[in-house]
């Protein structure tokens, strides 16, 4: 891909109209960034009917080295201000955003909790649901479409991923297409079809909230063998999870778990249909390639666009100064793709090696994401089930893509086989 030429001037990341730009002009932009001024500061988009102040604006982190830098340096640079960019009060940061909108010692506290349910035991436990689902999924879609034409991301990518949400957190498949809904409109802010107004998104994040403590109350007086029921009973320092904790993160999961694992494979089945030499690579020996192709899909696809931090103290990022209180942007997307960092990063080559690491997940941390192991699985089984049954399976159509500044999404996109 060659990536046309952005004069600085014309880069205004807080423009709703930049990101409905072509992508690939949007993938210059930041080259441009990357470049010419790689601590660009900018100022807040605040919608008219906003009903919170505009606040003071950002620097754009888009080299991944400084990505890393902040990831790795959490007293420096806090998530208890926001990880959105936008300023939010508190309690409805930790409301939406659960542990990734807390510092130590809340966050330390509450992710050890649930990371009892992320074990290598329990994961090891859902690969065998991991295998069945994406069976499943395949199954389904040869039975409701014999004409061998249907949408790949409601079909294939989304179907799996949520199945598997709801299977660890015993939810019953009659409430899957209700999960599936309210996922797309938590995460589809600034896209008209999906949300219309701040009370829309309020709405929706109460109904799942309540939804998640009906399912923690269920969960304690009868305990199973998923990992609601583990939270539910885990306990660190003698404490558990609140019932408002509980809520929380369990938005977190539907949403994040969900959303950021269909966003992978949706890329990933579009660029190996883009690229067939690729894909007959990774195909022809699956085993060998699996590690390095799934890595180089989310590198590539990198669904999470960015994360904000907050500096807490007068600091600086490679002799850039930053005042207490400034927030720094890490755009994902752009680190993913620094030259500095990734040989040809604009080519899709499942055999990149797998060190320097992509930032998809995160750039190490605390808050490295704590579903990366199962998403990476749920990518490399639901792959491996395309390459098996239905290896002639390809994208026909253009993707109708997420109108937004945060998930890299695909709302739309016709396959056929």
């Known amino acids: 891909m060659t990536l046309p030429s952005v004069p600085l001037s014309d880069i205004d990341l807080s423009s709703e109209t930049f ?21 660009q500061f900018f100022e807040e988009f605040v919608p008219e009917d906003s009903l919170f102040p505009r606040g003071p604006g950002y620097r754009a982190l888009t080299r991944h080295e400084d990505i890393w830098h902040v990831s790795r340096n959490p007293q420096l640079f806090c998530s208890g201000n926001g990880s959105n960019i936008g300023d939010l009060p508190v309690e409805i ?47 389904r879609m040869f039975e409701r479409f014999p004409e061998r034409s249907c949408d790949f991301v409601r079909e294939v990518a989304a179907l799996m991923p ?50 998640a403590l009906a399912l923690g109350e269920e969960r304690k007086k009868n305990p199973g063998s998923d990992i609601a029921s583990v939270m539910m009973s885990a306990e660190v320092d003698g404490e558990r999870l609140t019932a408002q904790e509980f809520g929380s993160f369990f938005i977190l999961l539907v949403v994040a778990g969900n959303e950021t694992t269909r966003t992978a494979i949706a890329h990933g089945m579009r660029e190996l249909t883009l690229h067939p030499d690729q894909r007959a690579l990774w195909f022809g020996d699956f085993e060998t390639h699996t590690k390095t192709a799934v890595e180089e899909i989310v590198r590539y696809a990198t669904p999470v666009i960015h994360f ?6 007068d600091t600086e990022i490679n002799g850039q100064p930053i005042k207490q209180g400034e927030k720094v942007v890490m755009f994902y997307q752009s ?7 990734f040989g040809n990063p604009d080519s899709f080559d499942i055999t990149r090696p797998l ?15 704590l579903g990366a192991n199962l998403a990476r699985r749920e990518i490399a089984v639901m792959f491996d089930e395309i390459r098996r049954r239905v290896p002639t399976l390809g994208i026909t159509g253009d993707p109708a893509y997420l109108q937004s500044s945060f998930i890299n999404g695909i709302k739309r996109m016709q396959c056929a086989w």
């Open 19 to 39: 990101w409905t730009a072509p992508r690939d002009w949007r993938f210059g932009a930041f080259k441009t960034l990357r470049d010419e001024s790689p601590f």
């Open 93 to 139: 940061n930790e409301f939406f955003g659960s542990m990734i909108n807390m510092d130590d010692p809340k966050h330390f506290r509450l992710r050890s909790i649930v990371s009892k349910g992320f074990t290598p035991k329990e994961i090891t436990a859902l690969e065998e649901s991991v295998r069945v689902r994406s069976a499943a999924v395949i199954d």
């Open 162 to 211: 949520l199945q598997i949400i709801c299977d660890m957190m015993g939810i019953p498949e009659s409430d899957e297409e209700m999960i599936f809904n309210w996922t797309n409109t938590i995460l589809g802010v600034g896209d008209p079809e999906y949300v219309g107004s701040f009370e829309d998104l309020v709405r929706v994040g109460g109904e799942i909230f309540n939804y």
């Open 308 to 313: 904000r931090r907050t500096a807490t103290a």
């Open 335 to 341: 680190g993913n793709r620094d030259e500095r960092v």
């Open 355 to 369: 060190s320097p690491a992509q930032v998809g997940f995160g750039a190490g941390g605390p808050h490295f994401c």
